[in-house]
């Protein structure tokens, strides 16, 4: 069983820039694949990247590409999102999850956290 809470969310700036942190509880993290993944109002949940056991291997939606950037430090049981050049089409809620495997689709994911906000104004 893995727990997941997500926090560095909030309201900022087009353009501005927003680190997402997500802390697992238990002491096999590092044996878990995480991704980010959010959910704008009236919108299916979508991929936005995923980072390996160790932190060697990203992938991210073209969407993101070059703007974040994933890191994980397994040591902290913590993954983050480093979130720069923020546009409105940005803002969602943002969930960490965890997956034994590697995969861009919310059914791969066996653990979520409840999410946090980000709202980007024009």
């Known amino acids: 069983q893995v727990q997941l809470v997500e926090s560095g969310g909030g309201l900022v700036q087009a353009g501005g820039s927003l680190r997402l942190s997500c802390v697992a509880s238990?002491?096999?993290?590092?044996?878990?694949?995480m991704g980010w993944f959010r959910q704008a109002p009236g919108k299916e949940r979508e991929f936005v990247v995923v980072?390996?056991?160790?932190?060697?291997?990203?992938y991210y939606a073209d969407s993101v590409k070059g703007r974040f950037t994933i890191s994980r430090d397994n040591a902290k049981n913590t993954v983050y999102l480093q979130m720069n050049s923020l546009k409105p089409e940005d803002t969602a809620v943002y969930y960490c999850?965890?997956?034994?495997?590697?995969?861009?689709?919310?059914?791969?994911?066996?653990?979520w956290g409840q999410g946090t906000q980000v709202t980007v104004s024009s």
């Open positions: 999850a965890a997956s034994s495997k590697v995969g861009i689709v919310t059914r791969e994911y066996d653990y």
């Open positions: 980072i390996s056991r160790s932190g060697g291997s990203t």
């Open positions: 238990g002491r096999t993290f590092s044996s878990y694949v």
